[in-house]
Each structure stands twice: as C-alpha cells, then as structure tokens.
C-alpha cells in the first residue's frame, strides 16, 4: 500500500515562504512522475507543478518563478518549495503519484497566505 503523507503548511503572510513536503512509503524511483495539486475553497483542484524520474520538471503558468518542485530520491521525499506567496495561493495542497495503474493521493495540507 502506497502512502504520501504531506506537511509543512501553515500561515505565512503575503510575499512569504513555505516549503511543502511529501514523504512517500515507497521508492520514489517507482514513479514516472509526482505531482502536487491545489484545492481553494469553492474551486476545482489544479496542478501546480509536476516532476519525472529524470528529475525533468513542469509549471502551471501562475506558480511559474515562485514554486520550484524537486525530490530526495534518497530518502523518498518531494518537495515543493514556494516562494513570494500571494494570497489567491491559498488552498490545500495534494502530493500525487501513479503506481502501476493506481492514483495515490496525500491527506492534503493546508497553505493560508494573508494579505
């Protein structure tokens, strides 16, 4: 059974950091590729960022020079490193990650930004 388990939320104020990790039970190597997703109250959960294997890395338009995803391969963590947070960054965050066939999702971890 493959568990992500999330943290390093909180509150921070506007223009603030907060680093998101994602600790997997399972080698991080067995997944072409992990994801972290946003949810804000009342809208659909969007991709925020995505990485392979190859350590090759993708950007949604509105996170692009402020978030930076990577991955520890050696301790099976990914994070998700967030800079110059605006308030609109307000949600909950998911780590995502498919596994022979089978979506796994984190608990989510929620990310307050004040204005």
């Known amino acids: 059974q493959v568990q992500l388990v999330e943290s390093g939320g909180g509150l921070v104020q506007d223009g603030g950091s907060l680093k998101l990790s994602c600790a997997a039970s399972?080698?991080?190597?067995?997944?072409?590729?992990m994801k972290w997703f946003r949810q804000a109250p009342g809208r659909q959960r969007e991709l925020v960022a995505t990485?392979?294997?190859?350590?090759?890395?993708t950007y949604e338009d509105f996170v692009k020079g402020r978030f930076f995803i990577s991955a520890d391969y050696r301790k099976n963590i990914m994070f998700l490193e967030m800079l110059n947070l605006k308030p609109e960054d307000t949600a909950v965050y998911y780590c995502?990650?498919?596994?022979?066939?089978?979506?796994?999702w984190g608990q989510g971890i929620q990310v307050t930004v004040s204005s």
């Open positions: 399972v080698d991080v190597f067995s997944f072409a590729v």
């Open positions: 995502n990650a498919i596994l022979r066939g089978v979506e796994y």
């Open positions: 990485i392979s294997r190859e350590c090759r890395t």
